[in-house]
């Protein structure tokens, strides 16, 4: 029986600067990696009807996302000749200016780490059950509708 | 027979809470009109149904203990 | 006159990850920015002709170099919807695991972010006049050979 | 009239600096034949000639304290 590795993908509020030079820093020691591909999804303080937006908080179908995120981490390595990835995403209350989602991919080769994180990143987008809740300043909310 | 209901994001914001326990449905589509019936709200809103975080595209019958999701539009990330 | 304003892009050495931190952090105040995209290039240590690559030493035509860079950051703004974008490049030794470039995308959507920092690492590895010297652990050499 | 040339990676490794002046050639084709008679393995290298920064692709006329670059394939990143 294939024994299948735990990735934790939910963080508990904003994913740091800190966290992210963290993670870069374990990949110093491998080095057949010759690429890194990052995105990092920031929260804007958008004006929707005369209201600002303060904070995203997110919520999720914790169980199916998870089992999702493994779907699309094997999909990836199926895809593309990655080295490793790393999905990292928020759960609660993320502010303005603060970071609520890290995709990270390394290659030996950069054209696989670019195309496989922009991968991984629009599948999260269209298919992992995650709910984001624009807060505004006023305290009033709206549910966040993705764009394509 | 009894199924777990868990709902999401503005649903959650008709039903007043994130889960339900219903008895007497046989189908996803007996469940989402007793649904609709309790609240009205739900009718006018996008979903998709997950039975056992599986995604369905067609009414699927239910067995006793099954987890069924209401999933408004994802907007992670 | 159009006054231009000067990016530094030359690093001496290796880029650190609490360089990437920080550069990362600055753009926290910039909150309408909703996607960042990074390219990191690290150094591998592969084995030609039985030997090891120890470091990678860069060195540039460094006038030329930055307006080429210049060149490309215009390009990137003309072609791409961007906030903001940062290029850095180091001169002298990089150890194999560090990283030696380091391409830094910000807009308010995913897409155009992450195509232009695709499309500048392309324009870099085929346009700047930057040479890597691959220094064996015997402390012989080769000059480095960018793959398409 | 004196033009600067500047050479870089492997080329430098042949002529052992990295600037020499050079007097007395009126274009760049004539400053290549010159270098490949002085430095022989010149010849079989691949490189591009940049004149005050700018990569020409056919001989170019040169002027007095013109930079004239050779420049083999890039390697950065």
Redesign the interface.
């Known amino acids: 029986m294939k024994e299948m590795k735990k990735h934790a993908v939910f963080v508990d509020g904003a994913i740091t ?2 966290f ?3 993670a ?2 374990k ?20 004006v929707i009807n005369g209201q600002k937006v303060a904070a995203i908080e ?4 914790n ?2 996302a998870e ?1 999702k995120f493994q779907e699309i981490r094997e999909a990836a390595f199926e895809n593309f000749d990655l080295i490793c990835m790393h999905i990292y ?1 928020s759960l609660g209350k993320v502010n ?6 890290f995709v990270f991919t ?1 290659s ?3 054209k696989e ?2 195309r496989a ?2 991968y991984i ?1 629009e599948r ?10 624009e807060i505004f300043l006023n305290n009033e909310y709206q ?5 394509d | 027979m009894n199924v777990n209901v ?1 709902v ?3 649903i959650a914001d008709i039903t007043g809470k994130e889960s339900l326990s219903i008895t007497g449905v046989a189908s996803t589509d007996e469940l989402v009109q007793l649904l609709q019936q309790k609240y009205s709200g739900l009718k006018e809103l996008k979903y998709l149904v ?1 039975v056992n ?1 599986k995604i369905i595209q067609q009414s699927t019958e239910l067995k006793d203990n099954d987890t069924v ?1 209401l ?7």
């Not at chain 1, 990949?27 to 010759?34: C, D, W």
């Open positions: 600067p800190g992210v030079s963290e870069l820093q990949h110093s020691v491998n080095k057949n990696i010759g690429a890194h591909s990052l995105f990092l999804g920031q929260v804007r303080n958008d997110y919520t999720a179908y169980e199916m089992e995403h303005a200016g603060e970071i609520s989602l390394s030996t080769h950069r780490a670019i994180c922009e990143v999260i987008k269209k298919e992992a059950p995650v709910w984001g809740k549910w966040k509708k993705n764009t | 868990l999401f994001g503005q997950a975080k999701a999933l408004p539009p994802f907007s992670g990330g």
